[in-house]
């Protein structure tokens, strides 16, 4: 059941690009016909039509973009220890971001963990 809903998502998405592709070619030619029939009338409806379908050209091509950055990132995860890899360190580069080096105290700044968890202790005791 499974292998035969993934070729079904399979068989729909390659459909789905074979739609955007014609798509993509054939507003292409449009504009580069309109492109053609406005140097040689100066029309203004000639020049609204064009910029309607490049509008609509540029929102495919965005979305079209969109998905390759998508399935960039999806085949970096796929790679295994690499993606073990990638995730370790994005991991680690937040935790890191996310540290309180020292704090100050009525002593003075101090870096000692025990420190902290007394001071955490102090400051709640405040708000209860």
């Known amino acids: ?12 998405t390659a459909y789905e690009k ?11 030619k449009r504009i580069s016909q309109l492109d053609t029939a406005y140097t040689s009338s100066l029309s203004i409806q000639v020049h609204k039509e064009r910029l309607s379908l490049q509008a609509e050209f540029d929102v495919m091509m965005s979305q079209y973009t969109i998905d390759l950055l998508l399935q960039s990132g999806a085949k970096c995860y796929k790679q295994g220890d690499k993606a073990s890899k990638l995730l370790a360190h994005q991991l680690h580069r937040v935790a890191s971001s996310h540290l309180i080096p020292q704090i100050e105290t009525d002593a003075g700044k101090t870096t000692d963990p025990s420190a902290f968890n007394i001071q955490r202790l102090l400051y709640f005791t405040l708000f209860i």
Do not use: D, Q, T, V
């Open 1 to 12: 059941m499974k292998a035969f809903i993934r070729g079904e998502i399979i068989s729909y």
């Open 18 to 28: 074979k739609l955007r592709k014609e798509k993509l070619e054939h507003l292409a």
